[in-house]
């Protein structure tokens, strides 16, 4: 069933690693290829020994073994088409949760932009310590099967214990049924809110934090997908290329080297309408006026440019955030840029759209039809926009 995948399993320091060694044999049975993270502690509770004969391949724990020319985290996170860190220990799921690298089962996490599965285990009271639960909520991008209820090994009753490694083997399965289905498919995704200067201390921008343009580039690498991310806000890693921008005319240009070959353009940016018409090389002087005077200029609208050279087969999705009649001034932008899709959100709620964790969006079809997403984690909502236009 599992015939040509390689599965990464990640083992930390947990009484519950021996059972991985069942985990191990369940898919090696499956016809799966293992190969094996350890964190040093992790080798207190089952040797490396038994986990090199179980899973036909040597035990990786050193961060700075390098093969053939490659480091290892590199060359690990290369391989695998999913990694499954069980048991998690606390220890190493906050460290994943601050992306802390560590370690070598650490750093491969960091680096890798493929499915992860994470199944924690550790005493009832750690798991609910409240900065425990903050690191959960953080890891909203990833596979996480919760700790069951039960006895634990510390003599202890509370939820805490290893799920059950069946429960670990089906998910991985399905993961990987459906994971790679964007596979030779190129998306080019937008995301930030461009910086117009003025002079060379202060400029125009927005609120956009870049968080939903990530979470859609992250989503589609995860499936496969050759992702380009042209952005105003920090790099997401985990071999995404990406690409830094600053004004709209520097995303614009970006965005033409990169969309004749794209699959999918998704115009995530909140892209400034307009710019100073001049940009003074030195810093505006305070003078006795109590006004001063801007002068702004049209920047292009890039969406609207795409879609009037828009090729056969591609699909270009656009956002739209509007503080009143949503619905409505989104069915009128989506006429009058003519892109396929159209994700409209209300920037007016502090809740959802810029910077914040999640959104609540409409995904308007050139139809008009219209299809709403509760509010979620905008990891989710990513995921959900491109099963919907893909
Ligand atoms: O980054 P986050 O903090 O996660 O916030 C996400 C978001 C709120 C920025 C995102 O959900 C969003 O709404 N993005 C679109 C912001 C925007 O510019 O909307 P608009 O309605 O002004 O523009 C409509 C579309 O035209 C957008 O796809 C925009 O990228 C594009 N546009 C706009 C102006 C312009 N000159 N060129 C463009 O291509």
Redesign the pocket.
């Given at each position: 069933m599992l015939s040509g995948k390689t599965i990464l399993i990640g083992i930390t320091g947990g009484i519950a690693a021996y059972k991985i060694c069942d985990l191990i044999r369940m898919f090696k049975r499956s016809s799966a290829n293992v190969r094996v993270v350890c964190t040093p502690n992790a080798l207190n509770f089952v040797t490396r020994l038994t986990l090199q004969s179980l899973s036909g391949n040597e035990v990786a724990v050193e961060q700075f073994e390098v093969n053939e020319f490659k480091p290892e985290h590199i060359s690990c996170a290369d391989e695998a088409d999913i990694m499954v860190i069980a048991p998690c220990s606390a220890n190493t799921f906050s460290k994943i949760a601050n992306g802390c690298c560590d370690n070598l089962l650490t750093s491969i996490v960091c680096a890798f932009n493929k499915p992860v599965i994470i199944a924690p285990a550790m005493n009832c009271n750690m798991w609910e310590n409240p900065i425990i639960q903050e690191n959960f909520a953080r890891l909203s991008g990833f596979e996480i099967l919760e700790p069951e209820s039960g006895f634990l090994a510390c003599g202890t009753r509370g939820q805490g214990r290893l799920c059950k490694i069946e429960k670990i083997y089906d998910k991985t399965v399905e993961i990987l049924a459906n994971s790679r289905k964007l596979a030779g498919k190129k998306i080019v995704i937008?995301?930030?809110?461009t910086i117009e200067n003025i002079d060379p201390v202060r400029f125009l921008s927005n609120?956009?934090?870049?968080?939903?343009?990530t979470a859609l580039a992250q989503n589609a690498a995860a499936q496969g997908a050759e992702v380009v991310l042209i952005t105003t806000a920090d790099a997401p890693g985990g071999g995404i290329k990406t690409v830094k921008v600053q004004s709209?005319l520097d995303m614009q240009a970006a965005v033409e080297k990169e969309s004749g070959t794209a699959d999918c353009i998704i115009?995530?940016?909140?892209?400034?309408?307009y710019r100073p018409k001049e940009v003074s090389a030195q810093k505006l002087k305070k003078a006795d006026d109590n006004e001063l005077s801007v002068k702004l200029v049209k920047?292009?609208?890039?969406?609207?440019e795409l879609c009037k050279n828009k090729r056969e087969g591609q699909i270009i999705v656009?956002?739209?955030?509007?503080s009143e009649n949503l619905i409505e001034n989104a069915k009128a932008?989506i006429q009058h840029?003519g892109c396929d899709y159209l994700?409209a959100?209300d920037?007016s709620r502090s809740d959802i759209?810029?910077?914040s964790d999640e959104?609540e969006v409409y995904i308007i079809d050139k139809n008009l039809n219209i299809k709403k997403l509760d509010k979620a984690p905008?990891t989710v909502i990513a995921a959900k926009i491109l099963e919907e236009v893909l």
């Open positions: 937008t995301s930030g809110g609120h956009s934090s870049g968080k939903t343009g709209a115009m995530s940016a909140a892209v400034a309408d920047n292009p609208d890039i969406l609207q656009g956002f739209c955030a509007e932008k840029k994700i959100n920037i759209g810029f910077g959104n905008k």
